[in-house]
């Protein structure tokens, strides 16, 4: 049972990226996803959040309308397309798997993080 996030890496300010995380082992159907991220220093903080149906998504106000998140069930994988990037979304990013859709729930399955570096 594992949860890998993938797709990070060094991108300039207002570039894109998107981010992967593919299960295996289990099936995410069942499950909300969220992403969350930890830069140098700093506390971990919920990025996006999606619900098992893909019927509701969660945005940190950070990064609302630069990213989104979107899920395909039928190759089990959510995804973070992040756009219009900024030197302050440098972080690690994490996805987990959770059965309750929302930021202070309880997460089962985390993945093991994908670095994202914004240079200005």
């Known amino acids: 049972v594992q949860l890998q996030a993938s797709g990070g890496g060094l991108v300039q300010a207002e570039g894109s990226l998107r981010l992967s995380c593919a299960a295996s082992g289990f099936t995410l159907d069942y499950y909300a996803i969220g992403w969350f991220r930890q830069a140098p220093g700093k506390g971990r903080e919920g990025v996006s959040c999606i619900s098992s149906s893909g019927g509701s998504t969660l945005y940190a106000d950070s990064v609302k309308g630069r990213f989104t998140i979107s899920r395909d069930n039928a190759k089990n994988t959510v995804y973070l397309q992040m756009n219009s990037l900024k030197p302050e979304d440098t972080a690690v990013y994490y996805c987990?798997?959770?059965?309750?859709?929302?930021?202070?729930?309880?997460?089962?399955?985390w993945g093991q993080g994908t670095q994202v570096t914004v240079s200005s």
């Open positions: 987990a798997a959770g059965p309750s859709f929302g930021w202070d729930v309880m997460y089962d399955y």
